[in-house]
């Protein structure tokens, strides 16, 4: 028997064993340097930096330390080990040491002076659980046939079945954006009013599809933004209006879990309005598309911290006052884009793969139109929905499998409207 006493446990048999070898787990570490001790297990978050760790620069056979990816960031910040004067693995503490897998977990051994500290494991954990996928959606907002703004809102079922309106709740308005933040919820920000200006406020929505009271100051008003999921229930907002135009912006507002919307992180890439903005790959974001002054096909990624990049050549028709949603579910990770303007409306497609890419067009199904809205539900499929085309405002969805095939048209889903905005909600069906 090994450790000390307080570390031991009875087995169901009455043996006395040894529990985790005796080793004292330590608090989160977050900083960038680490000295660590023998008979220490320690949690490394590089979320935010690398780690470098630095060995006892002494050791007795059997000595054991054990490091593990607290939030599985490993992949982009890695871990150094500093042996300290003492051999690693039987290589001399010149030799680098690092390790950047995400999800891995070092369980390091001291074997004497030739060899020194040996990794007894070095696995990689499996993934971490995963939330199950959004069912249900919401659009709201948005302006009708009389050119008016509303702030109503109509829920879909987990079937894609469109609900009849609801009396809103919050500012009416329309060109705003919304996104799902929590895994759950969703969030409907900025827009515009009256006037040629946006606004700054937000309406959040839990998960039973209850839109909540406005919310004032979430950075700068705008409006024919777009916003969409990223990370582990986080999302962003980008670009948009604030203005008559061209007063065009590139700024971005990050969401937390909570459904707080941050303040302005400098712009990115060139400032737009009118694009269109969606989760991919499971947990990053792309925006494309838009109208810089004159249309363009530009898009930018989104990284899983939420990051934007610089701009990259778009594919397809370059186009404005279009939509995009996700379809497959977190694990096929797919999205697509489709409709919008340029002259005259369009009924086209692109397709967005796991890693980012953005595919060619694909001839439309469906009525062509613009300032329409989509979102996900049910798990792996998308809904566009509304719009405005030569004949007005449209009462009008157009569901997406599984496998990214746009349906053809279902009329009569709540008032004729346009500008709107969605977003999915709910794990229940």
């Not at 397809?316 to 409709?339: C, D, K």
Request: a neutral charge; one cysteine or more.
């Amino acid at each position: 028997m090994s450790g000390p006493v307080a570390n031991n446990i009875f087995r169901s048999s009455g043996v006395i064993a040894a529990a985790a070898g005796g080793l004292s787990w330590q608090t989160v570490v977050t900083a960038s340097t680490l000295t660590a001790e023998a008979g220490n297990g320690y949690w490394i978050n590089t979320t935010s930096n690398a780690c470098t760790i630095t060995l006892p620069s002494a050791a007795t056979a059997g000595d054991q330390i054990i490091f593990v990816d607290y939030a599985r960031t490993w992949g982009t910040n890695e871990i150094i080990i500093d042996s300290n004067g003492l051999n690693f693995q039987g290589e001399p503490d010149t030799y680098t040491v690092d390790y950047d897998t995400s999800g891995q977990a070092v369980n390091l051994v001291y074997s004497g002076a030739t060899i020194g500290w040996t990794p007894s494991s070095d696995i990689v954990n499996a993934l971490e659980p995963v939330q199950p996928p959004t069912q249900k959606a919401i659009f709201a907002y948005g302006f009708n046939s009389s050119n008016a703004s509303v702030s109503m809102s109509n829920l879909m079922n987990s079937s894609g079945v469109i609900a009849t309106d609801v009396s809103g709740v919050g500012t009416a308005r329309f060109a705003l954006a919304a996104a799902t933040y929590g895994g759950d919820k969703a969030v409907f920000g900025y827009g515009r009013h009256t006037g040629s200006t946006g606004v700054s406020l937000k309406n959040l929505v839990n998960n039973s599809g209850v839109v909540a009271a406005d919310v004032t100051g979430v950075g700068t008003g705008r409006f024919d933004l777009a916003a969409a999921s990223y990370g582990v229930g986080l999302a962003i907002f980008a670009y948009g209006a604030v203005g008559a135009d061209p007063n065009y912006t590139a700024v971005s507002n990050l969401v937390n879990t909570s459904g707080v919307i941050a303040s302005d992180v400098s712009a990115v890439g060139t400032a737009r309005r009118s694009l269109a903005a969606v989760g991919y790959g499971g947990d990053k974001a792309i925006f494309a598309y838009g109208n810089t002054g004159s249309r363009v096909n530009t898009r930018n990624l989104v990284s899983n911290s939420g990051v934007v990049a610089s701009d990259a050549s778009g594919a397809g028709t370059a186009r404005e006052n279009l939509a995009a949603t996700s379809y497959g579910g977190l694990a096929a990770g797919t999205s697509i884009f489709a409709y919008g303007a340029a002259s005259p409306y369009y009924s086209m497609s692109n397709k967005v793969s796991n890693s980012g890419v953005l595919a060619s067009d694909v001839t439309g199904v469906g009525t062509a139109r613009n300032d329409l809205t989509a979102t996900n539900y049910g798990g792996d499929k998308g809904a566009f929905a509304y719009g405005i085309n030569g004949a007005g405002k449209l009462s009008i969805k157009n569901l997406v499998n599984s496998s990214g095939v746009i349906g053809s048209d279902v009329t009569g889903v709540g008032t004729q409207r346009g500008n709107n905005a969605a977003a999915g909600f709910s794990f229940s069906t």
